[in-house]
């Protein structure tokens, strides 16, 4: 199975939805970290093309704060209730959960070149909106090869401030940089170092999209 849902009723909301399973894996009996009960963490993120189009058709699109975050919590945690599973959310904190960790246990998600992560199927481009902890055992999509492995990493140097190199992520030398005009297009376009990625360029995500999301990182 790559890549779907694992469950027929959770097939149909994500869809309904537009998101995906973007990896999961099997929980320990007991082990820390997460709900009780849990044996299945599955990861969910948007499904292109089409994700950003029905997020501005909802509701929470009303011009208050959050709407990303505010549909995600409604949406996931109603999926998440008739599963009778736990929603679970990369922000609301601190404390946060480890997505980075949950991500890299997936094995369809990996520590890119340049530390940002990778996935099989979206590139540098992936974001997750939740994940759901099930208390079924189900199955995950499979572990995939290490895009990275046979790249050539344009990622490395992309970035025109020297933010993002394999040294990690300089935050402030970033958003000095997008402060001044020659930042005109990362802001408007996304991300240089994450739309370098082929993994990336081939992933339909709108350009008005990443615009959004770097205005949000920005302001």
Known sequence: MDAEAPLPAL??????????????????????GFPAGTRTLLLLGPKEPGFWAHLKSQPEWDGAPDPVDRWSRRVIGRIACDLGAKA?????????????????????????P??????????????FRGALALKEAVGVPPPAAKPCETCAAPCLVACPAGAITEAGYDVPRCHGFLDRPEGADCLSGGCLVRRA???????????????????????
């Open 11 to 32: 097939a149909k909301q994500l869809a309904e939805n537009r998101l995906e399973v973007l990896g999961g894996f099997a929980v320990a009996e007991g082990e820390a």
């Open 88 to 112: 679970l959310f990369p922000f609301g904190g601190p404390p946060y959960h480890p997505y980075y960790q949950w991500a890299l246990r997936t094995g369809r998600v990996w520590d890119s």
């Open 114 to 127: 340049v530390r940002l992560l990778v996935h099989a199927g979206q590139g540098l481009m992936v974001s």
């Open 197 to 219: 990625c082929p993994l990336s360029q081939s992933y339909a995500r709108l350009p008005e999209q990443s615009a959004y999301h770097m205005g949000q990182f920005h302001r």
